[in-house]
């Protein structure tokens, strides 16, 4: 491998001579081998949206070369369409800042830029900190870069979040006659439709998407152009506000300037607040993905009221066997996602005086589980829920069994004797209404009437029969 030597503070360092990033990042590889964790691309793709609007402020302020600007402008756009992406190597756990990060995005603009003006690698013509980084530190371009990328994936995740509440709303029109046990404690309960089950699972997502929603409009402020501790050192009053309108004319959102680029600097709580949002739906997803574990189990001895589409062969070793496996995935990546949020918030509450020093681990783990939760959702509606069958025969078998069916009768013989009823129905392995019947207990069209599971999925206390 051919290596050209670059300088910096510390002194003199081989870089290799077809990298485009340089002497910074070339140390940060050799400090920094604890992971296999690296940046996201849609990380790199926000970083790489701030630099531009940066670079475009700067000119309009003729604070940077027009030429050199727009050499920088280019390269992001380069690298926001998806090039050089084998130049960002490095591992999240760095320094808390996320300094080498920074620096390597810099180092990586700047040698593109100098070589579309016909410059080296390394002549730093076009220079990482006085052209690419001008007007900024890493205490604002990796949070506000965080906060980028989290609200441009946010359409996508929105999008199958909604796929996924309309698949379910669909089940539960199309289950909605399907009469069956409901279940506490994994004990008979009075009985339920189907449909009702379905209806309840969209109607959690629904509110769990509208605590996505409100935590990310928190997220479209941005501290970028704050400097090293928000108070805009080094560059002028009109500098953030150009930079975020570069910055929405580019990437056609909606950003603004923080109320309080101080703030912005040491708090990272907004992101802490979407994570949240993300946990908390992650924690209903994972019940409703074990609730339908639970409803196909069998086929023989399990409840079987339920089946799943069929995705892959279950065993290795069992022949026919098939397995939930989309919401055994679903149930990992929401486990993944309620993990990342510890981290989260531990990583927020930990910073110290005018910055948090954890930010790389706070922006990564807040992206994974954004990305992989979208993909999670997507998954499961299409290939999980989209598919779902009844056993309608199975579910009406149960609810016509089940012990709890006597609750229907508490109005008319009173707790005691119903309970009483239930005991000697388990323990005779007779129904109810048979026991009813036979000890005179209501005529057969009371009987019939007040044991109709039809009657009891709706409100009816004190129900008295016409």
Known sequence: MKFRSEKDSLGVKKVPAEAYYGVHTQRSIENFKI????????????????????????????????????????????????????????????????????????????????????????????????????????NNVIPSSARVALVENSAELLENISLLIKELKIKGKEFSGVLKSGR?????????TLGQEFNAYAFALEKRRSGVEETLAKLRFLGIGGNAVGTGLNTFPAFRAKIIRNLNRNSKQKFLQAQNGVEATQFLTDIAAFSSALKLFAIDLNKISNDLRLLSSGPRTGFGEITLPAVEPGSSIMPGKINPSIAEATNMACIQVMGNDA??????????????????????NAIESEEMLSNAVKTFALKCVKGIKADREKCLWYVENSAALGTALNPV??????????????????????????????????????????????????????
């Open 184 to 192: 506490t404690h994994l004990q008979d309960a009075v009985p339920i």
């Open 343 to 364: 981290a989260i918030s531990i990583a927020c509450a930990a910073g110290q005086l005018e910055l948090n020093t954890h930010m790389p681990l706070i922006a990564f």
């Open 413 to 466: 013989l009173g707790y005691d004797k119903v309970a009483e009823l239930v005991k000697e129905s388990l323990r005779k392995n007779k129904s109810i209404k048979q026991l009813v019947l036979e000890k005179k207990l209501l005529s057969k069209k009371d009987a019939d009437f007040y044991l109709n599971p039809k009657n009891l999925t709706r409100p009816n206390l004190g129900l008295k029969r016409k």
């Open 35 to 138: 992971s296999w964790k690296r940046f996201p691309r849609s990380f790199i793709k926000a970083a790489c949206r701030l630099k531009k609007a940066c670079a475009q402020a700067n000119s309009e302020m003729k604070l940077l070369d027009a030429r050199k600007a727009k050499a920088v402008a280019r390269a992001c756009d380069e690298i926001i369409k998806g090039k050089l992406t084998e130049q960002f190597p490095l591992d999240i756990f760095q320094a808390g800042s996320g300094t080498s990060t920074n620096m390597n995005i810099n180092e990586v603009i700047a040698n593109r830029a100098n070589e579309l003006l016909g410059k080296k690698k390394g002549s730093k013509f076009v220079h990482a900190n006085d052209d690419v980084n001008k007007g900024q530190s890493t």
